[in-house]
């Protein structure tokens, strides 16, 4: 909300300059967001007047001017077009500054003395906009008129002096969206008396009718339509706005139009109720209805463009078709015209959400929608309405027509709240007297009331947002001084703050990545099917099924919540490889999330999983690297019983090279190469290995019980053994079959060598292992240990079909 | 005799000094204590002395033997010594040349400032909480005292998955599911990833975390949220920061207020990290709104509360000097690698 100080200066006096009146009114609550000043910086620039040109003896494109600057004429050489004698001019003399900083110097033109500079409008910082007569690209010429003004500041002149402060009001304060609101905050900062100039709008005696000159309104949704105020002004004479207004309009950015439309304007502006003005003859049956608009229906805004309405939008009709979308814009059927003779003024109150909501849909949004999404006053309705035809009034421009119509069903509440100082007091942790709170409230326009010995504030008609206690205890501190607050510590009952299971085994994980050199990752939860297309997943596969559809996507990259961090991975490793960058090892804790069970169609929340996602690639780089770093992560989580299954049928990986974990059946993770076609979809040009491990699960699974084992106090038997077996058979399954059969004497299981030669013949492999037995209560005999070897042995062959290697 | 064996002896010594190597050592250790050295012959020629003389002989003979062998062991020492001088001498390495490890990883600096900030907390007392990024309006929202006809649940702002489940825009609804599940004293701080329908730029992202606190217990007052917030600005951003609390409006805390904090790039004197103003704006916070305590089902007139909440990416750049947000999510490793 824009404010100009000289309008602000009609509520209160202000004796700081803009610049302390803006941090002023922060710290009092209504934040500035810039401050614009005109005139401010322009310096020794006064009216002259040419009385002389001539050519200059050595450029063509340059004149010398003499001009009257009132006490003397100084010669200027300029290279303007558009100057004659006897023109009046803005001059910028020696030692003058202009707006951009420019300071105007003595000097020589190809020889030629110029003592100064004539100015065109941009020199001065103003536009075409706040001088429509003057042209842009020449020395502005300011007229006759003038003439008796040589030597005096332009500045003054012109009256050009102004500041304007842009203010970010909070949806709370839709009061503040007014010159009066905000006068009102100032007047209160800087402790002076608020002038209240529009007191008495309220109080004006006119009679309430059912019909004005003809006109009837009637409101048929209540609900949406809390109040509709009618007035009516005849023999208007439509024209231009007299200068102080289309300023005071400008100011607050807002284009003059004509002066019935302006004092709508200039009356939102200055008390926050917005208005419409109607040509009573474009009412068909001069009759207004407050209604729902029909499916279907259609209007024509004031801007030109067709509107399709439905039965959610509340429209302003006449008896046969909508004049004006409520709270939002007019429609152009009913538009004030240069032959209006007699105008009819809204002022009303509508439901704030559904403004918003009509706002939204038609996604128009205006400085009346805006108004009145907030929720506005009805008691102000009245005042505006009355401050309109003030206004005509006082501009000669019309007649009143003393008569209202004033549809007013659902009436302004009214809080009363009990002013328990004790308690606001210990809410603020302040100790602020019960007398300075009451000060500052009637300041506020808050009525005090003394009732059985208690204390009861009831605020003004403009302030709805005062409800309870609390929002008191804000007015007191705001004018208090947020700045006053003490600083002390909670001193409540203790508590302890510990990190859970979760939390602890998340931070040990991060200290293992980074000890293994990986890099943390951020990545965003969005993705779409055409990623998971790169992933080579058939159309059925769960990660599309499950995939969560946002209703309102940024863009089409973000139009699912991603049901795996695995491309938000390759993308990262890919932007990493075309940068050229070598070896890249990265890690990333966050979410998948998947519909399960078709639970968003049942209004229930989906599954969300937090997953660490690993992704490497470079020479030092392979499967075995991989598997280690997630061995490393499930020890230090404590996660020591799993199962290692080798999967084939992850379209994300290798077939060759993937590995599932599980628990029983719970495979809480999958790591392994990449796809050859994944990876080529992600356009990277190395092998890529990735891992996907649920920390939801490993915290389920984990064991954290740590006992101490006593150290073996007997020797220990160790034997080695070398057999040979088909390639296929993984070294998992043989460690298994030892396990299995060591008779709970197997201490260590050593895996020491792998080979193959064409002595073994085709296919097969030695696997050499050395085994260390041990049990802790007495030392172990050879002969027992030869028994476990044999029964091992024994069993590889008849499941392996393994042969002892000779 | 005797005199030989004492000229055995000198002779013996003599050659040990000036021997050179450990194999002369042996040498002279066989010429005189051999099987068939001399000092041994002497000792086997004893049988030709006369009884009365073969004591005091055969204990010099001792004397002496060991005498030898005392100088051989000091001497063999010496070549030791000398030895392993010299091997060491050629042991010499360049301890400029390049370690042998595993470089370490870098943790991102999102999780580094979510990581201070939870340490300072876990050391005020509070509990981390977490809850679902796909949440129902209903604790993001109605519960917070921001009802169906409220702006900011516009569409615009928020994403949506159906009617009633979006994407959190806020940490808060952690707050009201603990509000919900737990009776005061409540401790807590949220810290997470929060969704707004913000285009990426070098400020914005549709994407971003978020660290909530909510303290509710009996005769909490506004002046403890502002010790609190003091406290983890001196923590977080260094002992001499300052901070200010100004009115601002929240649907969930009534008196609201946002917090600048001096500075901490030029401790307040203006720089181009503050836009020349001395404070930065840090967060947002205020008193619980009664209406929202109520909502959650605890009793306003027994309880107060306090609430803040700040943008992690924003404190992070501030304090590394990052000036794009993208580059938090583009992970560059020559990005990463800085922290």
């Not at chain 1, 024209?239 to 207004?245: A, L, T, V």
């Not at chain 1, 049942?602 to 690993?614: A, N, R, S």
């Not at chain 1, 998992?732 to 193959?756: H, P, Q």
């Not at chain 2, 201070?116 to 005292?145: Q, R, T």
Request: aromatic share 6%; charged share 30%.
């Amino acid at each position: 909300m824009k404010a100009s100080i000289e309008w602000l200066e009609e509520y209160s006096d202000i004796d700081v300059n803009s610049a302390e009146l803006g941090d002023i009114l922060t710290m009092t609550g209504s934040k500035v967001e810039t401050i614009n000043e005109t005139g401010e910086n322009i310096k020794n620039v006064v009216v002259g007047k040419i009385c002389f040109i001539e050519k200059h003896p050595d450029a063509d494109k340059l004149v010398i001017t003499q001009v009257d600057v009132g006490n003397e004429k100084i010669q200027i050489v300029t290279g303007a077009r558009n100057i004659n004698v006897g023109d009046v001019v803005p001059v910028a003399k020696e030692g003058a500054i202009l707006p951009d900083g420019k300071i105007i110097k003595k000097g020589k033109l190809r020889g030629v003395d110029s003592c100064g500079m004539m100015c065109s409008i941009g020199e001065l910082g103003l536009t075409k906009a706040d001088f429509p007569e003057q042209i842009e690209d020449g020395i502005m010429i300011l007229g006759e008129k003038y003439e008796k003004d040589l030597g005096k500041n332009i500045v003054d002149v012109l009256d050009i002096r102004e500041s304007i402060i842009d203010f970010e009001i909070t949806p709370n304060r839709q009061d503040c969206f007014s010159i009066e609101g905000i006068g009102r905050e100032v007047a209160v900062s800087l402790n002076k008396e608020f002038k209240n100039p529009r007191k008495n709008l309220n109080n004006i005696n006119i009679k309430k009718v059912e019909q004005i000159e003809g006109l009837s309104a009637k409101i048929k949704d209540p609900d949406l339509c809390y109040r509709y105020i009618a007035r009516v002004v005849k023999n208007v004479k439509i024209g231009e706005s007299p200068d102080w207004m289309k300023k005071r309009l400008k100011a607050c950015g807002i284009r003059s139009i004509n002066n019935i439309v302006d004092i709508t304007n200039y009356v939102m502006l200055e008390l926050g109720q917005p208005m419409h003005a109607f040509d009573i003859n474009s009412i068909k049956s001069k009759e207004i209805i407050v209604r729902r608009a029909k499916l279907g229906e259609e209007i024509t805004t004031l801007d030109g463009i067709k509107r399709k309405l439905d039965e959610d939008m509340l429209v302003i009709a006449d008896s046969q078709k909508p004049i004006a979308i409520a709270g939002v814009m007019g429609g152009e059927n009913s538009e004030i015209e240069d032959n209006t003779k007699t105008v009819v003024f809204e002022s009303a109150v509508f439901y704030g959400g559904s403004i918003r909501k009509t706002s939204r849909k038609l996604a128009l949004r205006t400085e009346a929608s805006t108004r009145y999404e907030k929720g506005l006053s009805q008691e102000n309705a009245l005042r505006a309405v009355n401050r309109a035809v003030e206004l005509v009034k006082l501009l000669q421009i019309g007649e009143e027509v003393e008569e209202i119509i004033d549809e007013y069903p659902t009436k302004q509440e009214t809080a009363k709240i009990e002013l328990n100082s004790e308690k606001i007091n210990k809410l603020l942790g302040l100790n602020v007297p019960k007398q300075e709170m009451m000060s500052i409230l009637k300041k506020l326009e808050m009525t005090i009331v003394e009732e059985n010995g208690k204390t009861y504030i009831i605020p003004p008609f403009f302030r709805q947002d005062i409800e309870q206690l609390a929002d008191l205890a804000e007015e007191i501190l705001r004018f208090y001084g947020y700045d006053k607050l003490e600083s002390t510590l909670v001193k409540a009952n203790t508590t302890i703050g510990l990190k859970n299971k979760e939390q602890k085994i998340e931070d040990k994980i991060r200290s293992v990545m980074i000890n293994n050199g990986l890099s943390e990752i951020y990545t965003f939860s969005f993705t779409n099917y055409n990623e998971l297309k790169k992933l080579c997943l058939n159309d059925d596969n769960e990660l599309i099924l499950q995939a969560i559809k946002v209703q309102n996507p940024l863009n089409e990259d973000y139009t699912i919540m991603r049901t795996t961090t695995v491309p938000s991975m390759l993308q990262i490793l890919s932007n990493n490889f075309n940068k050229k960058n070598e070896e890249v090892r990265l890690f990333d804790i966050s979410r998948k999330y998947k519909n399960v069970n078709n639970k968003i169609e049942k209004e229930e929340l989906p599954e969300e999983d937090i997953v660490l996602t690993i992704g490497m690639y470079g020479d030092n780089i392979d499967f075995f690297r991989l598997k280690g770093i997630v061995e490393n992560v499930l020890e230090i989580s404590e996660l020591n019983k799993y199962d290692i299954i080798k999967e084939k049928n992850n379209s994300i990986y290798h077939p060759g090279i993937c590995a599932n974990l599980k628990v029983g059946n719970d495979i809480f993770a999958t790591f392994g190469e990449v796809h050859p076609k994944v990876i080529m979809n992600y356009g990277i040009n190395q092998k890529v290995y990735i891992a996907e491990i649920n920390i939801n699960k490993i915290t389920k699974y984990a064991k954290v019980n740590k006992k101490y084992q006593p150290i073996p106090k007997f020797p220990a038997l160790e034997r080695d053994i070398a057999i040979v077996v088909d390639e296929n058979v993984e070294v998992g399954t043989i460690e298994k079959i030892i396990e299995k059969k060591s008779n709970k004497m197997l201490e260590e299981l050593k895996l020491f060598d792998v080979y193959r030669s064409d002595k073994l013949g085709n296919n097969k492999k030695s696997v050499a292992y050395n085994l260390k037995f041990r049990i802790k209560d007495r030392t172990l005999k050879d002969e027992e240990v030869n028994t476990v070897m044999k029964n091992i042995l024994e069993q590889l062959e008849k499941e392996l079909n393994a042969e002892l290697r000779k | 005799m005797k005199e030989k064996i004492l000229n055995l002896k000198e002779q013996a010594i003599k050659e040990i000094r000036q021997s050179n190597s450990e194999k002369d050592l042996n040498d002279i250790r066989v010429k005189y204590l051999g099987k068939k050295g001399e000092l041994t012959l002497i000792l086997k020629g004893m049988g030709t002395l006369l009884p009365e003389e073969r004591p005091a002989v055969g204990s010099l003979v001792n004397e002496v033997r060991e005498k030898i062998e005392t100088e051989l062991k000091l001497k063999t020492n010496d070549f030791k010594e000398q030895e392993l001088q010299n091997k060491l001498k050629n042991e010499n390495i360049d301890i400029t040349l390049p370690s042998k490890r595993t470089k370490l990883g870098s943790i991102h600096p999102i999780t580094q400032i979510i990581e201070d900030v939870k340490e300072i907390f876990l050391g005020m007392g509070y509990e981390i909480a977490d809850g679902p990024e796909i949440e129902l309006a209903k604790y993001n929202f109605d519960k917070l005292n921001t009802p169906e006809d409220h702006p900011a649940r516009d569409i615009q702002d928020t994403f949506y998955i159906t009617e009633d489940i979006l994407l959190r825009s806020q940490t808060s609804p952690i707050q009201a599911r603990v509000m919900e599940t737990k009776q005061p004293p409540i401790k807590i701080i949220c810290p997470g990833a929060v969704y707004r329908s913000d285009s990426v730029d070098a400020t914005h992202s549709p994407v971003f975390h978020q660290v909530e606190g909510l303290v509710v217990d009996k005769n909490i007052s506004m002046a403890d949220l502002k010790g609190t917030l003091e406290m983890f600005a001196k923590k977080c951003l260094g002992e001499k920061t300052k901070i200010r609390f100004r009115p601002h409006h929240f649907p969930f805390t009534e008196p609201s207020a946002e917090a600048d904090v001096s500075c901490f790039v030029c401790g307040g004197k203006g720089c181009r990290v503050c836009k020349g103003e001395g404070w930065i704006e840090l967060l947002g916070c205020g008193m619980v709104h009664p209406k929202v305590l109520i909502n959650c089902g605890i009793d306003p007139n027994e309880y107060t509360g306090f609430a803040f909440g700040f943008g992690v990416e924003r404190i992070a750049m501030a304090k590394f000097g990052i000036d794009d947000l993208r580059l938090l999510y583009e992970n560059d490793i020559r990005f990463l690698k800085q922290f």
